[in-house]
């Protein structure tokens, strides 16, 4: 009976350990390829609004991300500050990834803090920033 129980035990701690090993540093998947890559919403070193409901982030790793709101982020290109943070609050540690929902809050002087939801549609390759029109260049 002790030998039944053993095997599903070792089978379940075989596959944590297996979850839990390295996965290339610095939080990033170790195969992150350009449709799967990550950032940090307190890494983002400057942002820019795009067209309607559009953001583009650009991360200490000097990638821009993409990203496109569900509706609600207005002044998007009137704001100075922003946070942008996991919309699964922060079960992924607070890494943001292409495909993910974030939340965008917008902080006012007058007016209620504003938040909204918006997708990380993708990364921009260096010859799509550089199309990018200036007022839309993080």
Same mark, same amino acid.
């Given at each position: &009976?002790?030998?039944? $129980?053993?095997?599903?035990? @070792?089978?379940?701690? @075989? +596959?944590?350990?297996? *979850?839990? /090993?390295?996965?290339?540093? &610095?939080? &990033?998947? #170790?195969?992150?390829? !350009?449709?799967?890559?990550?950032?940090?919403?307190?890494?983002?070193?400057?942002?820019?609004?795009?067209?309607?409901?559009? $953001?583009?982030?650009?991360?200490?790793?000097?990638?821009?991300?993409? $990203?496109? *709101?569900?509706?609600?982020?207005?002044?998007?290109?009137?704001?100075?500050?922003? #946070?942008?943070?996991?919309?699964?609050?922060?079960? /992924?540690?607070?890494?943001?990834?292409?495909?993910?929902?974030?939340?965008?809050?917008? !902080?006012?002087? *007058? #007016?209620? @803090?504003? *938040?909204?939801? #918006?997708?990380?549609?993708?990364?921009?390759?260096? +010859?799509?920033?550089? +199309?990018?029109?200036? +007022?839309?260049?993080?």
């Amino acid at each position: &009976m002790t030998r039944l $129980l053993t095997y599903p035990a @070792v089978t379940a701690a @075989v +596959a944590l350990t297996a *979850s839990c /090993a390295p996965n290339g540093g &610095m939080g &990033m998947p #170790a195969a992150a390829g !350009p449709e799967h890559q990550c950032f940090y919403g307190d890494q983002v070193r400057n942002f820019r609004a795009g067209g309607v409901g559009q $953001l583009y982030i650009r991360s200490i790793r000097n990638q821009v991300f993409e $990203l496109n *709101s569900s509706g609600g982020c207005t002044d998007l290109d009137f704001t100075h500050r922003l #946070a942008i943070t996991p919309d699964v609050g922060g079960l /992924a540690g607070g890494r943001i990834c292409t495909g993910d929902w974030a939340r965008i809050t917008l !902080p006012a002087s *007058s #007016a209620p @803090v504003r *938040s909204c939801r #918006a997708r990380v549609s993708r990364v921009l390759t260096e +010859a799509e920033i550089a +199309a990018l029109p200036d +007022a839309h260049r993080p």
